[in-house]
């Protein structure tokens, strides 16, 4: 099976611009859950989507929002982008998401100037 | 709700010798229990996972961990390291969070392998 596939590996964008990152999880999964990793914070939870539904949520302000379509593939958008918003935003997919185990994506590396 | 501790922030080891990374976590019942292994740029790869059973887990690329519930702890080890194992690892838990349930990670443990 493929793994899970990540668009766009890197994007530099301008403070003020918005983003959105693409997710593309393991064939038959249907749950995708986005991470924000920084040296500062590690790796920090955004949300999960489970069959189109937002099922959590991390502790992130509004400006980042995500969706996730009958295909299971989700989307990531960060608006009104700040400098501390530059990070790696890595992508899970899991069979039966929640607390098991979740398969992971390259990453998009977002660097914000 | 559930935390993790990874106590070595940078562990350095000369290749061919034994490794044991650490990992203590904190809640109330048997969590799940992953080790993860991200190379530099790279997303995370899952090593290993416990959910129940046997507490001696064994994983990809030669590792194993060892679930101990005395000590709410789910230590990492290798019998002998490679160059290529130069990474940082991430021990992570599974658990229900106020009814969420969710995987939290630790703050990894960053591994040098000398030759």
């Known amino acids: 099976k493929a793994g899970v596939t990540q668009t766009p590996r890197y994007l530099i964008k301008t403070r003020g611009q918005q983003v959105t990152l693409s997710c593309s999880p393991i064939?038959?999964?249907?749950?995708v859950s986005w991470y924000q990793q920084t040296p500062g914070q590690g790796l920090q939870f955004l949300f999960e989507y489970f069959s189109e539904t937002q099922r959590n949520k991390g502790n992130f302000p509004g400006r980042f929002s995500g969706r996730q379509f009958s295909n299971s593939r989700s989307e990531m958008n960060v608006s009104t982008l700040e400098l501390g918003d530059s990070a790696l935003y890595l992508c899970?997919?899991?069979?039966?998401?929640?607390?098991?185990?979740?398969?992971f994506g390259p990453g998009t590396r977002l660097t914000v100037t | 709700a559930q935390s993790v501790t990874q106590p070595d922030i940078h562990i350095t080891v000369s290749e061919g010798a034994s490794l044991e990374l650490r990992c203590n976590y904190s809640y109330g019942a048997t969590p799940y229990l992953f080790w993860y292994v991200q190379s530099p740029g790279q997303g995370l790869q899952l090593l290993l996972k416990y959910f129940s059973g046997d507490t001696l887990v064994q994983g990809i690329k030669g590792f194993e961990a060892e679930f101990k519930r005395s000590q709410s702890s789910f230590n990492l080890r290798k019998p002998s390291v490679h160059w290529s194992d130069a990474a940082e690892y991430f021990c992570a838990v599974g658990a229900k969070d106020f009814g969420n349930e969710k995987l939290t990670f630790g703050t990894g443990t960053r591994l040098t392998i000398i030759p």
């Open positions: 899970a997919s899991s069979s039966r998401g929640g607390h098991y185990e979740q398969y």
């Open positions: 064939s038959g999964h249907r749950s």
